[in-house]
């Protein structure tokens, strides 16, 4: 695709109206992985896991990069080439996606209301709240479309990278939690392989999120042409905005919990709400609602992002799947995948609650496990078109890297299930 000249200064506003499925995107990952992983690492090891955390990003970045490559060069999303390379890496990936829509969809809901019921006056029913954040969700996806979407994401994305900045300085100032003399746990033992692999598996977010960022990416040039310079400056904002939050998030959990005498709750709900109490036991009641503000944002941001995302890529996989020409297509079968996956989520929610804690950490393994196939599918759908050399060899490390990673913990899985 040939980028369209303008003038310098209609070149840099024309960038910024550019910005959009990178930023949507990095609203998606500060969710269950940042405000629960990120920060559990940092209450449970404190700095210990900043250079995995770091790394990890910077491993898997050139897999979401290439997505965007795709987009814009082909003028065609990530599924499309999927299909392109045979029916049976779409049906694979329609399957995993199939999945991941429905348990994240219940976990994201399930987690926000938990939040929302925190700091609300009252005893309101949680599954009442998840019906109500549903409905708002609902009314802003089904009511505007991609166009809202772009718009609330932007907002959600600035109001949360400031205030947790603000937090973060705010606990700095106060010092680390941690007794001088207090020698927390090694997170390089076995027993913590599980909890590593679900961090590393949603961190930034999984990599099946290329796909529904080339949806989002494919979105937007519906409403205006965008380079391949333009929107790789969105995405690598977005990733980056992503990446350095958490950091951040972890830097919370650090000053705040690591080494305090409560022990730290490892259910999402529950290490969320202690969170928010332990901030504000720290620093003063002052700042409660400050970090509750943080967290609910975070989980809503996510919620939003997460059903019409995943409703995409159902809609498009289908699509290709059942081959129905373009033109035959409708705006109205992607609003039926919306209300179809948040009903689906909504069922979870009311009749396996209790059993939404394993399908989450199901969901992030399962994540980590397929990360080499997707990472290996985005990368040989443009291996053999012009890109950085620093980007192609950490692409060919993070594959090596992930792969045996992967392959070792499989290994160790079945050798302890055994």
Known sequence: ????????????????????????????????????????????????????????????????????????????????????????????FTALNLLAAVVNTAGVLLLTANLLAFFLPGQLSVTLLCVVLLGICLGILLGGHYRLLDSVAKVIMFMLTLATIIAVLIAWQGGSSAPADFSGPSPWQLSMLAFLVAMIGWMPVPIELSAINSMWLRSKQRLMHISLKDGLFDFNLGYWVAAGLAVVFLALGALIQYGAEQEIAMANALFAQQLVSMYAATIGDWSELLVAFIAFMAMFGTTLAVIDGYARTLDESFSLLFEVPEAKRRRRTLSLWIIGQSAAGMAVVLFFQSALSPMLTFAMTLAFITTPFFAWLNFSLVRREQMPAPVYWLAWIGMVYLGLFSVFYVIWWLSSAG
């Not at 269950?32 to 210990?48: C, E, N, R, Y």
């Not at 999303?77 to 392109?84: D, F, T």
């Open 1 to 92: 695709m040939t980028a369209t000249r303008f003038p310098a200064g209609d070149g840099q506003r024309h960038r910024l109206r550019s910005l959009g499925p990178g930023l949507i995107m990095a609203a998606a990952a500060v969710g269950a992985s940042h405000l629960v992983a990120s920060t559990q690492a940092g209450a449970l090891f404190g700095w210990q896991l900043l250079w995995l955390i770091v790394l990890v990003n910077l491993l898997k970045y050139p897999f979401f990069r290439f997505g965007v490559q795709y987009t814009l060069s082909h003028n065609e999303s990530l599924i499309e080439g999927y299909r392109r390379k045979g029916r049976g890496w779409l049906i694979a």
